[in-house]
């Protein structure tokens, strides 16, 4: 057997222990024997014992530690000097396998992270018009039902607002007569005026022709007093006839004022009337409905709430930095928070939408803005968005020009590994912003990428798990590499990762905590 394969551990530690132990036992033994020797030796002479030195304790504890201690650190050189060495000429081992890809450079579109909650744009709140009491509801009308629109949800008593109905139109049939009867007036008057008239005009001849002759004097004085009287008289009544006449017109406008008044109240009426009964005003779903027959109900008391879940809106919060590059029209992509994250992706789980409209302001508190996405459900497959729902919002802006793109999993403190002359090497990196789906020609599984500020060198291989621990300067055998080393230089990018990403984590998109810090805005 080798002096290699033998262990000296024992001798080795045995050695010192036992002689610093001996050394401790010898000298306490010492110490013990000589004093008992005194005393025995005294006490033989019969002389008085003397005094015995006061022991002290501390010191034999601190030689009992620095004993320890001594023995520990000839136990760990001991265990230093055994240790198992390397073979020599073994090098750095065999190669690892580990799975690259090649990062292309493509143009993506910029994404931004939002939320909101769903809210129909179209959407009724049905409420009582007028004080009366239920007196039909139909039986089918239940929380959930489907309604169109101007049907019947509920019949109200209305027998006083027929009574009111009623009453405007014989006032106003009233009125109708008056004014009939002031036309009729107005014609009698406009007669005797010109009736009036002619009697003047003969009166004042007969005392033209009385004049003359009272003149030559074959008539009396009192004669042509008596002809200027019946002119007089002529034109008193003319003028009386023709105030009254004049009188029409007043009277007239206001029998049409009250005519006007009447013929509103019975439009009033008619309109009571008809809001017994209550009616939906557009399609949708009941979302609340509670009256039952008897019930008295008061003008403004809600009756149902109708919802047309066909078309939806999503007020999406972002943040303040994205109005320089969001615009009306940008693509949207709508995520409801009852898919699980697993899920979702580009098999029908997203509703794909547009930039509808922006809100001008921001929000000083928050920092925030707030865009509009509008979808239309009527066709839509997978997932329904119901009103009042949480959901998330990526909004993506045009691209802005070609850039590397990499897994999100291959960065790791702004850093990625990759492969050198058949071993890996670190590289700083600097992230623009985060992508989060598919990736037209790369097919590493990763729904989660990181396009990077400045682009990689034409046929870098990445490491598509940089979360592993690879140590730098490793040797390694890229898997996927030639396949991707093959490719143009312009890259498509050739991904061979055997293992799948996991469920993805959530997008790192600027505002996100995760990267917010280090993705320029």
Known sequence: MSDLSRS???????????????????????????????????????MAPAEAPPSSPLAGRVMIALAILLASVVIFVVLVMTRPLPAAGSGRGAPIPVPVVEPPLMSLPRQWLGYGVVRPIDAANVSARVASTVIDVPARLKVGEPVAAGEVLVRLDDADYRRSVDSAQQQLASLDAQLGALEVERTGLQERVKLAEADLELAREDERRVSNAAAAGAVAPREADRARGAVLAAERLLSQLRESLGMMVPRKTSLQAQQEAASSALGQARAALERCTIASPIGGVLQSFSLEIGENVMPGQPVARVVDDSRVEVPITLPSAARASVKRG?????????????MRGADGSEVISAVSRIEPEDDAVSRTMTVYAEVSQADAKGIVLA??????????????????????????????????????????????????????????????????????????????????TYSPGAAVTPLGGGDAAAAPASGSGTAAAPEPSAAPASVAVPGDAAVQERVPQ
């Open 8 to 46: 000296p551990s024992a001798d080795t530690v045995a050695g010192p222990i036992g002689a610093s132990t001996g050394a401790l036992r010898t000298g306490v033994d010492a110490d013990a024997t000589g004093e008992s020797i005194d005393l025995v030796a005294g006490h033989e002479a019969g």
């Open 330 to 342: 940008d693509r949207v992509r709508i995520t409801s928070s009852r898919v699980p994250a697993r």
């Open 387 to 468: 009103p009042g729902d949480f959901a998330e919002a990526i909004v993506e802006s045009p691209p802005e020009g070609m850039s590397t793109v990499v897994p999100r999993r291959s960065v790791r403190a702004e850093r990625v590994l990759v492969v050198r002359d058949g071993a890996l090497a670190s590289m700083p990196v600097t992230v623009a912003y985060a992508f989060r789906g598919t990736v037209e020609g790369l097919s590493t599984g990763d729904l989660e990428w990181l396009v990077l500020a400045e682009p990689l060198p034409p046929g870098t291989l990445v490491v598509i798990d940089g979360s592993r």
